[in-house]
């Protein structure tokens, strides 16, 4: 896809302040630190166009970034930072609820995983969330240049393992160093867009 704009649009802490415009929305989510800011940025080939954070877990908004016009990318909130208040984490689960349950434009959920570490509490709870509500869903395996050759296909499965996925799922490895994924991560919010 041959990227034209891309653009900041709003930075929101409720849903009804989400934009109205009913444009198709590609969504990422992960826990903190797991290398989502560096992912948006590897995507658009930008530096700085999602601020990756020396603070994880602080940034509570979604984020709407417009593409070519046409379509949103929306960056969630990361999860499960030890430090934010119980207060915070009840906001956030809210927030999330509220836009994962009503929004009939989200086309597909982008989950980021540690491909070092694989998923945790939280994230599986989320990806149980998206099977129930039946959301399209794809598993991104982050800073996999931080992985050896032989320890690449082990952790890759022990990430399908722990979240009893079948054998055809797809984990697509991804690297914001090495640039790998760009293009087939690319390639699969074209053809969800095309379908949709
Ligand atoms: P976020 O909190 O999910 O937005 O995570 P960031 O994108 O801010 O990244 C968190 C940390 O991981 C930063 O120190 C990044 O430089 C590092 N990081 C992110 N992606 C990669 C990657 O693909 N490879 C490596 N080696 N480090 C990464």
Do not use: C
Request: overall charge positive; glycine content about 6%; hydrophobic content about 40%.
């Amino acid at each position: 896809m041959k990227i034209t704009s891309v653009e900041f649009k709003k930075a929101i802490l409720n849903l009804k302040d989400a934009p109205k415009d009913r444009k198709p929305e590609i969504a990422f989510a992960g826990k903190s630190n797991v290398g989502k800011s560096s992912l948006l940025n590897a995507l658009f080939n930008r530096r700085n166009l999602a601020k990756t954070s020396n603070t994880p877990g602080k940034t509570r908004t979604i984020n709407f970034f417009e593409v070519n016009s046409k379509f949103y990318f929306v960056d969630l909130p990361g999860y499960g930072y030890a430090e934010v208040s119980k207060e915070l984490q009840e906001k956030w689960g809210e927030l999330m609820f509220e836009y994962l349950t009503g929004r009939e434009t989200l086309k597909l959920m982008v989950v980021l995983i540690d491909s070092r570490h694989g998923p945790n509490e939280r994230d599986i709870q989320l990806i149980d969330f998206l099977d129930e509500q039946q959301i399209p869903t794809l598993l991104v395996a982050t800073k996999i240049d931080k992985l050896s050759n032989s320890q690449r296909r082990p952790h890759l499965e022990m990430i399908r393992k722990s979240l009893n996925l079948d054998e055809d799922a797809i984990i697509l490895p991804f690297s914001a160093v090495t640039k790998e994924g760009v293009a087939p991560l690319w390639k699969i919010i074209e053809d969800v867009l095309k379908g949709g």
